[in-house]
Structure formats: structure tokens, C-alpha cells
């Protein structure tokens, strides 16, 4: 990625850290379904956030700019959280903690079946 690319990244994940921040967050059913599935509370989404980094963009995306991002919580959970980045609002998509075998590590994805 270019310089350019990478300060675009960094606009856009200080934008999502700013409206989570704010509790400008609106969670999809999926989200909330992942969430309470995983026994994920949105205080450790919330944390997560704040130290996340970017490890995929989807700017072209079908349904609208969002990206997959990748934080910890302040007890050293991994979390992964897919958010839609074009909006007033941080629209969470998806959450989930990132497991084998689709994830080797945290920001490392595992083999394709």
C-alpha cells in the first residue's frame, strides 16, 4: 500500500474509534447473535476498538465501505469486529473472537478448505 492508501486507513479507523468512543454504535442482529453466542459484552467490543487496528478494507464492498478490524480487550481477549465505515453511525456487522481453524492467530488467517 501507498502512502496515500495508508493515511486513508488511519482517517478511517481514528473515525471509528471516535464514534465508538462517542456511542455512536448501532449493532446489526447478526452482531447481536455472534455477540450472545460468544458471550462477547459490548464494553469488550467497545475496549477493543480502542486499540484496534485495520487488517482487511472493503471499500467496494456489495452492501457499502467496511472494514475487518482487530483489537483486544483490556483482559487480553482477541476480537474481530466487521464494521460498515461510510456512515454517521459505527454499524457493527459482526463480531466474534478469531479461532482455528479459520484464524492461525488473531491477524493471521488459517489455510482455505
Known amino acids: 500500500m501507498g502512502e496515500a492508501a495508508d493515511a486513508e486507513l488511519e482517517s478511517e479507523l481514528n ?3 471516535s464514534q465508538a468512543a462517542a456511542g455512536l454504535v448501532r449493532i446489526t ?3 447481536h447473535e455472534e455477540m450472545v453466542e460468544e458471550e462477547i459484552r459490548i464494553d469488550e467490543v467497545l475496549q477493543a476498538i ?3 487496528t485495520i487488517l482487511e478494507d472493503y ?3 456489495r452492501r457499502g465501505s467496511c472494514c475487518l ?3 483486544t480487550t483490556s483482559a487480553g481477549r482477541p476480537l474481530h469486529m ?3 465505515t461510510a456512515r ?3 454499524v457493527l456487522i459482526t463480531v466474534y473472537e478469531p479461532k482455528p ?3 492461525v492467530t488473531p491477524t493471521r488467517r488459517g489455510k482455505k478448505l
Open 15 to 17: 473515525q471509528i474509534k
Open 29 to 31: 442482529q447478526h452482531a
Open 50 to 52: 480502542q486499540c484496534a
Open 59 to 61: 471499500p467496494e464492498h
Open 69 to 71: 478490524l482487530s483489537g
Open 82 to 84: 466487521v464494521c460498515a
Open 88 to 90: 454517521p453511525v459505527l
Open 101 to 103: 481453524p479459520k484464524w
